[in-house]
């Protein structure tokens, strides 16, 4: 069912206070004692509802007349359809039928709660419309209705999307329900005083025509633009000029925009921009900002001059070939920017060697950094470095100087193959010993793993341990998957694993089976010093499972309730917010002849790690 929910409250009169406390007093003690939540004025049930999940404020609409009032004058209006049972757009024409009378009921219902808001006088905080299909020809005209309701009712928080960005390429396209082009943001918009937040992210236009009316966001805070149609640069600072509280401003592949100049906004914090040329910020007040030239284009010519903003303390760069990463630019980057604590940077190509210095710096995301060898970090107060690759090719990272408190995750999505040989000297490099170490490693359907299992018992050392393994894969041949289990686990040592039930039930089903049917055998490893870790692993138990009445307690309980699982528990584990995993910890090591022995299992499945 859909959740409506809504925001905004009213200042409290003196008849509202007398009304509220002759109903608590009116009342019986007993019942009071009983029920005393129910009898708190309105204002108060309005702001409990606005603190739960829009499902849980849904529910409470049944528990009394009191809790009913409350929801049903909840000044947040939350409306979307996906939530609304709407059936997925097929071929079947029974199918399209129950599509258009469950889009024409959601249409409705929004109508109807903005009328019944509008001629009550209740006011609106939030006003959020999501739509995920194509919608009927009449739409905009529809919309222009909504937001004159939603802006005569005083809304603070605006939200419009489409659902279409990145996704547009794939929708099963409906022409006779589209409306084509963009289409004029309704002025009302650009007339509500009361607006903090807009976001939108929907086919609208912002042309020159708007540079003959007055704007009025004299309270705007947050400013989202996405896919919105921008004529002219002049037309977005326009805008922006005349929102002198402004703090958060995001600008996402805005058709026409090529350049931005955003200054002269004391109060600004956060600027997010994709796919603009070139941007030009003078914002001394600024402390965090991304800049994307786009996702899907390389070697776009672009242009980024930030130097005065010189309080900004995160920064995200991503395909920016304008800029050429040396030594010398991270030390400019630091003087330029003294209290930088973040910095990502993501598809850049980079010399042989560089060397990242920095007092100040806490967090260092580096992404898809090409060409790159060697990396040297010397950051005494950096508590947490990432590295995103593709597993092909593997520079050497140091870490000279980090935060006691330093963790550092690992991840690749392998495409095509990953080499363990070199995961294992990448890791050993990285010398996890000083800090944990995760690494998730995930694979496409023609990934391959290169493993020699002659190579790995010729080592003298143990392999380096780990904090956290976490596999991926949807590859479901057995032949694949052994060789997956058997050569990873004689590249690291994890305390953790974690599997994707969704992706893999062949590997973990592998993975199972190898615990179970583990034996002592003289010919699975030609080395003395360095025994397979199987050879060490004591017990084996299951803590929980994904099963809510009947908890499978071994791991062969596990393994049997893999093929009997319903179709129903099989979406349960699908709905989980984090993709259900199986998860295995390791509750000690024993170090014995550079030998890590790994004394007992714990498996688990849940949402969490």
Known sequence: MLAVNSVKKKKKTKTNRIDDHHRFSSISPGTRNMDRISYLPQSILHDILSRLPDEDATRTSVLSKAWYDAWSTLP????????????????????????????????????????????????????????????????????????????????????????????????????SFT??????????????????????????????????????????????????????????????????????????????????????????????????????????????????????????????????CTNLQELCLIGVSSIVITDQWFIELFQKFPLLEKLVLERFYMP???????????????????????????????????????????????????????????????????????????????????????????????????????????????????????????TDTEEWCLLLVTGILWSCRPSFISFNLNANKTLVKIFCEKLIDRKEDAHCCSSDEIKCWWHFLKDVKVSSSFRKHNVADDIKSLLEAFPTLSSEEEDEISRFEEEAELNLSVSDYAVLRNIHTLLNFSISVGQNC
């Open 352 to 474: 042989d060697t560089i060397n990242i210095s920095s007092i100040q710096l806490k967090i260092l995301n580096l992404c898809y950094c090409y060409d790159t060898e060697e990396i040297w970090i010397d950051a005494p107060n950096l508590y947490n470095c990432t590295y995103h690759g593709d597993g092909s090719i593997l520079p050497s990272i140091s870490i000279l100087s980090s935060s006691s408190q330093m963790v550092f995750d690992v991840n690749f999505f392998v495409d095509p193959r990953l080499d363990l040989e070199i995961l294992r000297g990448f890791l050993e490099e990285i010398k996890p010993k000083h800090f944990p170490v995760s690494l998730f490693v995930g694979f496409c359907d023609n990934s391959t793993v290169d493993f020699d299992l002659s190579v790995f018992e010729d080592y003298v050392m143990a392999p380096p341990s780990i904090e956290h393994l976490s596999l991926n894969a949807f």
């Open 76 to 175: 947040f209006l939350v409306f979307d359809e996906s939530r609304c049972g709407i059936p997925e757009i097929s071929d079947d024409v029974s199918d399209e039928v129950h599509w258009l009378l469950g889009k024409f009921e959601f249409i409705g219902m929004v109508t109807a709660t903005l009328l019944r808001f509008a001629c009550n006088r209740l006011a609106i905080r939030k006003f959020k419309l999501l739509i995920k299909t194509w919608t009927p020809p009449d739409m905009l005209s529809r919309l222009d209705n909504w937001m004159k309701l939603a802006c005569e009712s005083g809304v603070e928080e605006l939200q419009l999307d489409n659902g279409f960005d990145v996704l547009r390429e794939n929708v099963n396209p409906r022409p």
């Open 179 to 308: 409306f084509k082009g963009f289409a004029p943001l309704p002025l009302c918009v650009l007339q509500a005083k009361s607006l903090i937040k807009l976001s939108l992210s929907w086919d609208f236009s912002i042309d020159e025509a708007f540079l003959n009316h007055p704007i009025k966001f004299s309270a705007l805070q947050e400013l989202s633009l996405s896919q919105v149609y921008v004529g002219d640069g002049k037309v977005i600072e326009n805008v922006i000029s005349s929102c002198p509280l402004i703090e958060a401003i995001e600008l996402t592949r805005c058709s026409g925009l090529k350049s931005v100049s955003i200054r002269g906004l004391p109060k600004l914090k956060r600027v997010f921009i994709v796919g603009i040329e070139e941007v030009d910020i003078d914002a001394p007040s600024l402390e965090d900002l991304l800049y994307d030239v786009l996702c899907f284009k390389a070697d776009i010519p672009c242009k980024i001059n930030v130097d005065k």
